[in-house]
C-alpha cells in the first residue's frame, strides 16, 4: 500500500510538471477557511459592489460580487439567493507617490468572502464566511469575530454591510 | 417640409413607446464630451483596476477598465492599446451608519472616461479624457485640465495614475 501511495504521488508530481496551471488552481481551490468556505475562482474579475475606506485601519477596500450577487444588489433581491458569494479585497492605505493627497491601494492585508447557502450556513444567517492573509485561511478563532458583527449591525440587509454604489 | 418632419417626430415618438430601451441607449451614446469622448455602454459592469481615495476633496473613487484596459494593466503593456478604456467613479465619502470609522460611497460626484486612440489623441497622448456630471458632460475649459495633470504627473505610465491593484 505504501509503495502504491508512493507510485501515485511521483505520478502526480510528473503530471504537475507538465500540467503546472491545472495543479494550481486545484491546490487554490483546496484551501479552505475553518468554515469550509474557500477562495471562489476568479473573483478578482467580478463587477464592483462599491469601494470602501476605513480611518481605524488605515485601509481602504473593494467589494466584488459574483454574477448571483451583484444582480441580488442591483434588484436589492433580499434575502440573497444561494450561490450568491461577495469578496472584499482589503489593502492597506498608501500615499500615492505622484499625486499629492491621493491614497491607493498598498499591502494587501486580507481578502474576505461571504459565501449564501441558507442550509449549510443557517447558523449564521445563511452565510459563510471565510478569512484569507496571504492565501491562507485565519484560524477559527479569527472566523469567529465575523458572524457577531455582522448579526448585530446589519440584520436588515440580510447582514451584508455592503449597498451598491451607483 | 415642416409637414413632414412633424410626422417624423410623431413616429420617432411612437417608436419611442414602442422601443423606450432602445432609445435610452441611443440617448446615452450621444453625450459627448467637447474631446469627442462619450459614456462607454456597460461600463459599470468592468472589472477593477483598483480603489483610491482624496482626502482634500474628501472622496472615495473606483477606477474600472475595459477588457483592453484590463489585459494592459495586469501584463503592464506600455503604452496601452489603442481600444483600451479606463473609468474612474467617484462619490463623496458617507459615514457608514452601520460601522463606526468607516466610509462608503455617498453622493456621486463625477464619472470619468480615459480612451485610447493614438492617433485621433495624438495631442494629448493618445488619451482622449471625458468628465461627466449627473450624466452631463463637463465643459471645455474643465477638460483642459485633465491632460496637463496627467502629463507632468504620469509620463512614464502612458500618462495613466492607476496601477492595477492585486
Same mark, same amino acid.
Given at each position: +500500500?505504501?509503495?502504491?501511495?508512493?507510485?501515485?504521488?511521483?505520478?502526480l508530481a510528473a503530471a504537475g510538471m507538465?500540467f503546472p496551471? =491545472?495543479l494550481?488552481?486545484?491546490? *487554490?481551490? $483546496?484551501?479552505?477557511?475553518?468554515?469550509?468556505?474557500?477562495?471562489?475562482?476568479?473573483?478578482?474579475?467580478?463587477?464592483?459592489?462599491?469601494?470602501? #475606506?476605513?480611518?481605524?485601519?488605515?485601509? $481602504?477596500?473593494? $467589494?466584488?460580487?459574483?454574477? +448571483?450577487? +451583484?444582480?441580488?444588489?442591483?434588484?436589492? #433581491? =433580499?434575502?440573497?439567493?444561494?450561490?450568491?458569494?461577495?469578496?472584499?479585497?482589503?489593502?492597506?492605505?498608501?500615499?500615492?507617490?505622484?499625486?499629492?493627497?491621493?491614497?491607493?491601494?498598498?499591502?494587501?492585508?486580507?481578502?474576505?468572502? +461571504?459565501?449564501?447557502?441558507?442550509?449549510?450556513?443557517? *447558523?449564521?444567517?445563511?452565510?459563510?464566511?471565510?478569512?484569507?492573509?496571504?492565501?491562507?485561511?485565519?484560524?477559527?478563532?479569527?472566523?469567529?469575530?465575523?458572524?457577531?458583527?455582522?448579526?448585530?449591525?446589519?440584520?436588515?440587509?440580510?447582514?451584508?454591510?455592503?449597498?451598491?454604489?451607483?
Amino acid at each position: +500500500m505504501r509503495r502504491f501511495a508512493s507510485t501515485v504521488v511521483v505520478l502526480l508530481a510528473a503530471a504537475g510538471m507538465l500540467f503546472p496551471a =491545472l495543479l494550481a488552481a486545484t491546490a *487554490a481551490d $483546496i484551501v479552505a477557511a475553518p468554515t469550509g468556505v474557500t477562495i471562489p475562482k476568479g473573483y478578482r474579475n467580478w463587477q464592483v459592489v462599491a469601494p470602501s #475606506q476605513r480611518d481605524d485601519k488605515d485601509e $481602504i477596500r473593494v $467589494i466584488l460580487g459574483n454574477n +448571483m450577487a +451583484m444582480k441580488a444588489v442591483r434588484t436589492k #433581491q =433580499l434575502p440573497f439567493p444561494d450561490g450568491a458569494i461577495l469578496a472584499k479585497l482589503a489593502w492597506k492605505r498608501a500615499k500615492s507617490a505622484e499625486f499629492d493627497k491621493t491614497f491607493v491601494p498598498g499591502e494587501p492585508q486580507r481578502i474576505e468572502f +461571504m459565501v449564501k447557502d441558507a442550509k449549510k450556513y443557517a *447558523a449564521t444567517g445563511g452565510w459563510g464566511f471565510g478569512r484569507f492573509v496571504n492565501g491562507a485561511p485565519a484560524d477559527e478563532k479569527e472566523h469567529g469575530t465575523c458572524w457577531p458583527c455582522h448579526e448585530s449591525n446589519v440584520k436588515g440587509n440580510d447582514f451584508v454591510f455592503t449597498r451598491y454604489a451607483r
